[in-house]
Structures are given as C-alpha cells and as structure tokens.
C-alpha cells in the first residue's frame, strides 16, 4: 500500500512540475540552429512521426542556421525546462531515465524532417544501478556532452537529443520521450565507415523493455532501446 500510495504521489506530483527541451547547441542562442517548441511536454507515441525531431503537439520553429562541428570534438548539447529557464531548471527530478543521441546524414539539414532511415546512435547514458543518465544531467547543469565520430563523412546532419522519463513507465505509452533535433554541418570527418542505421520511427516498440520498465521495481540494470552506439 505504502510503495502504491508513493508511487501515486511521485507520479502526480512529477507530471505538473515536468518537462524539458533541447534548446541550443554549443552554447548558441536558444532555438539558433536547434528546431524548438514553444511547449515543453512529451511525446508518447513511438511510432509517430513525432518522435524523430518532435512536432505535433508540440509544433517545433524552424531555423535557418545549420551549425558548423567539427569531427572528433565534443558537442554540448543544452538542455532546459523551458526555453526560458536556467541551469538550475532542467528537468523535475523524478523524471529519470536515459539521455542520448543519434546522427543523421541529410542533403539539407534546414528542410530534411528527419523520418526515415539513416540513423545511428552515438551517445547513450543510461542507468549504472544507481544513478540514471537524467541525475547525471542535472548535477551538470543540463549539458550533455557527446562526442562527433571523427570517421564519419563530412557534411550536414540532423543531430537528435533524447531523453526518455521513465516515472509512469511501468504502463503502456506511459514513457515520455523529450528530443529535439540540431542542425550542424560536420567538418574534416575522414569518412572512412560507413554506420549501420535505423529507422525512425520504426526503432523503437512500445513493448521493448526500455520503454515499458518499472522505474520502482528496485531493478539495478537497464538496457535503453535502439541500436548500440556506434564508435570509430
């Protein structure tokens, strides 16, 4: 009765203080370069196109910056609980779960809407049995540092950030999935492999044991969905 009544309460009380958005890269201006909503709730549904760069109910603004990164650097991604927040606003803390991110090789990064195929992973934080990559993210202050392949080809990309809530989980749809999508033109990669890639959607099921997890069952290992990451 006492774990029902908390995990009620943890439930209720996390879905009205909420919430986040991937506003800028590399320390830009928010939304310059980065495709944000105005509305910072999640997305549900895995096999909506929503679920690639966000959109519909949370309609995202269009940029024209495609950001210039080079292979082989860090790239911090910043993010917050609403556009207007800082860092000590990232993310309620019950809302725990993994952080991570994919790439995708587009022709143009300013109109490609990033459905479809072509996608690789290449950063995952995720749950070490005792701190989830959303704990991590907020003792940094909302900064996700991923590292860009440095053997991947030159040229634009779509850069998507994820987060995945795990705090309602334990219920079908219940997962909430927070990501916006970066427009950056990659400089000096030696294109010397070529990533294996998923579809989104189309990678995640709203069965995989990622998404439908019990944040309370006192489970001390977790394996995110998608593919692996991939690495030079």
Same mark, same amino acid.
């Given at each position: 009765?006492?774990?029902?009544?908390?995990?009620?309460?943890?439930?209720?009380?996390?879905?009205?203080?909420?919430?986040?958005?991937?506003?800028?890269?590399?320390?830009?201006? %928010? +939304?310059? @370069?980065?495709?944000?909503?105005?509305? &910072? /709730?999640?997305?549900?549904?895995?096999?909506?196109? #929503?679920?690639?760069?966000?959109?519909?109910?949370?309609?995202?603004?269009?940029?024209?910056?495609?950001?210039?990164?080079?292979?082989?650097?860090?790239?911090?991604?910043?993010?917050?609980?609403?556009?207007?927040?800082?860092?000590?606003?990232?993310?309620?803390?019950?809302?725990?779960?993994?952080?991570?991110?994919?790439?995708?090789?587009?022709?143009?990064?300013?109109?490609?809407?990033? %459905? +479809?195929? @072509?996608?690789?992973?290449?950063?995952? &934080? /995720?749950?070490?049995?005792?701190?989830?990559?959303? #704990?991590?993210?907020?003792?940094?202050?909302?900064?996700?540092?991923?590292?860009?392949?440095?053997?991947?080809?030159?040229?634009?990309?779509?850069?998507?950030?994820?987060?995945?809530?795990?705090?309602?989980?334990?219920?079908?749809?219940?997962?909430?999935?927070?990501?916006?999508?970066?427009?950056?033109?990659?400089?000096?990669?030696?294109?010397?492999?070529?990533?294996?890639?998923?579809?989104?959607?189309?990678?995640?099921?709203?069965?995989?044991?990622?998404?439908?997890?019990?944040?309370?069952?006192?489970?001390?290992?977790?394996?995110?969905?998608?593919?692996?990451?991939?690495?030079?």
């Amino acid at each position: 009765m006492k774990l029902t009544t908390n995990l009620t309460l943890a439930v209720a009380a996390s879905t009205a203080s909420a919430h986040t958005i991937f506003v800028s890269l590399n320390g830009g201006k %928010v +939304g310059d @370069g980065v495709r944000v909503p105005s509305y &910072d /709730g999640p997305i549900t549904e895995v096999t909506s196109n #929503d679920i690639v760069c966000n959109g519909g109910p949370n309609p995202t603004k269009s940029t024209s910056t495609v950001i210039n990164v080079q292979a082989g650097s860090t790239a911090k991604l910043t993010w917050r609980h609403t556009l207007t927040s800082g860092p000590n606003d990232v993310i309620d803390a019950s809302h725990k779960g993994p952080v991570m991110a994919y790439l995708k090789k587009v022709s143009d990064a300013t109109k490609d809407s990033g %459905v +479809g195929g @072509g996608w690789f992973k290449i950063a995952e &934080d /995720g749950f070490d049995g005792s701190k989830w990559g959303v #704990d991590r993210l907020i003792a940094n202050q909302g900064e996700q540092t991923v590292t860009i392949p440095s053997c991947i080809a030159p040229g634009q990309y779509l850069l998507r950030g994820e987060l995945i809530a795990l705090h309602g989980a334990q219920s079908p749809k219940g997962a909430q999935f927070y990501m916006e999508c970066a427009q950056i033109n990659i400089q000096g990669g030696s294109a010397s492999k070529t990533p294996s890639s998923v579809s989104l959607p189309g990678a995640y099921s709203a069965s995989d044991s990622g998404i439908l997890f019990n944040l309370y069952s006192g489970k001390t290992s977790y394996k995110a969905p998608g593919p692996a990451v991939f690495k030079c």
